[in-house]
């Protein structure tokens, strides 16, 4: 390829020199124009050659290839009841018919809210870092997650980069219209500003932490009024870009995830969040939150089999080894 890139270069060169002598002066400028731009492909080419020669390796993946499984796995999990209930009780709330909002948006939406808010299915730990408000240090973390595990976090970070992540992968899965709150001069969530077919925009909460909240608490939460914040702009930072790599193993543990619990009520999703968080922060064991979530799959004589597979998932995750 360069011995090829070579010739080229000289045989534009010797051409400039035949044609310099020849050209009229009047078509001097148009010429060394067009000269430039052809040199500027073949050096272009030289920089580039190199790149292309270095294919991804195995134990990594790109960004833009987790976010079509992450699309991907959306679409598995739209009929589940969970989500259907979870849509059916937001268009209630907001007395909206379902036909008004994109059910495949709310999809994406409630998706990554349960697994990248604080202690979700993701392993996103709370606590304070003093980073800017983006989801830079959380990429920085999960570059170098090879062994993750449900006993420990995948990356730590506050409310702001928490929110960041959470618009940042939405944005990037095909939803609009998320952007940051401040509801305090000292804590940060995300809100989904939606417009519903023939009725004003909504804007949505999405709180991916629980700080100044309770456990009933959850997606859409009234606790805090968007309005107060005159203007959501949009998040459209690229915090990584689409070459991005992850370590296979840590984006087949979240894949994983969304399979064992992306389908479980909100109800579900909360308890084993404030479980999970438990175990975080060293208040309980983990096997005292593995019994905790058998013995609410016992007292749940009706509950759908999504919940039943998630609590039972919950259990068997929380009495996993730690890997070495």
């Known amino acids: 390829m360069l011995e090829l890139l070579r010739f080229q270069e000289a045989v534009t060169i010797r051409l400039v020199a035949d044609e310099m002598d020849n050209l009229p002066k009047r078509h001097l400028r148009v010429f060394l124009f067009a000269l430039v731009v052809g040199l500027a492909s073949i050096y272009g080419a030289r920089r580039q050659s190199p790149g292309l020669s270095q294919p991804l390796s195995p134990n990594r993946r790109t960004f833009n290839s987790f976010v079509r499984r992450i699309q991907e796995k959306a679409k598995t999990i739209e009929n589940t009841s969970g989500m259907r209930s979870g849509f059916q009780s937001f268009t209630s709330s907001h007395k909206l018919p379902a036909e008004s ?16 808010r604080d202690a979700g299915y993701w392993n996103l ?3 304070i870092t003093d980073q800017p408000p983006n989801s830079d240090h959380i990429w920085q973390q999960w570059k170098s997650g090879t062994k993750p595990s449900p006993l420990a976090p995948t ?5 702001d980069e928490l929110s960041a992540l959470y618009a940042f992968l939405v944005e990037r899965a095909g939803v609009k219209g998320v952007g940051l709150f401040w509801p305090a001069a000292n804590h940060t969530v995300a809100v989904w ?10 804007r949505v909460v999405v709180p991916t932490s629980q700080i100044f909240l309770d456990e009933n608490d959850r997606f859409d939460t009234k606790k805090f009024n968007p309005w107060h914040q005159k203007t959501i702009y949009e998040y459209t930072r690229r915090d990584v870009p689409d070459s991005f790599e992850i370590p296979t193993p840590l984006i087949d543990f979240f894949l994983e995830q969304v399979d064992k619990y992306g389908g479980a009520s909100d109800a579900t999703l909360q308890r084993l969040r404030y479980l999970r968080e438990g175990v975080f922060l060293k208040r309980w064991t983990a096997e005292y939150a593995a019994s905790e979530a058998v013995a609410r799959r016992d007292l749940l004589k009706t509950a759908s089999a999504e919940d039943i597979a998630a609590l039972q998932n919950f259990a068997q995750d929380m009495r996993a080894r730690m890997p070495k």
């Open 101 to 116: 909002i994109r059910y495949s948006d709310f999809v994406i939406v409630r998706l990554l809210f349960e697994a990248t």
């Open 125 to 127: 730990h709370w606590d």
């Open 155 to 159: 990356a730590t970070a506050e409310c």
């Open 193 to 202: 500003t939606v417009h519903p077919i023939a009725a004003p925009a909504i």
